[in-house]
């Protein structure tokens, strides 16, 4: 019953700015770090922004100083902020929840982020 659900996703020249949204459901969200990644074609998984549950954030080193990752726990959403968009941000976006401590992770479907001419 776990769901993660994207949106926000779309095509945007560089130098552009996008909103990701990840609205989860059917858990106890406030309880979870969340996290986005993305994957490129022909590229692994990468992690791009984390946030705790006490709101401490993390940033792959690619996209530090343009991305903002936040939550709202009163809505069970998490955001993700992108500025000064690059060709190179080009990627499936997708939401993560997890919670080490009992072995749970849950991924979205991805939303689809293009940045081109």
């Known amino acids: 019953q776990v769901q993660l659900v994207e949106s926000g996703g779309g095509l945007v020249q560089p130098g552009g700015s996008l909103r990701l949204s990840c609205a989860a459901s059917?858990?106890?969200?406030?309880?979870?770090?969340m996290a986005w990644a993305r994957q490129a074609p022909g590229k692994q998984r990468e992690l791009v922004a984390r946030i705790t549950s006490g709101g401490s954030t993390n940033y792959a080193d690619s996209v530090k100083g343009r991305f903002t990752i936040s939550r709202d726990n009163a809505k069970n959403t998490v955001y993700l902020q992108m500025n000064s968009l690059k060709p190179e941000d080009t990627a499936v976006y997708y939401c993560?929840?997890?919670?080490?401590?009992?072995?749970?992770?849950?991924w979205g479907q991805g939303t689809q982020v293009t940045v081109s001419s």
């Open positions: 059917g858990m106890t969200f406030s309880r979870y770090a």
């Open positions: 993560n929840a997890g919670d080490r401590s009992r072995g749970l992770d849950y």
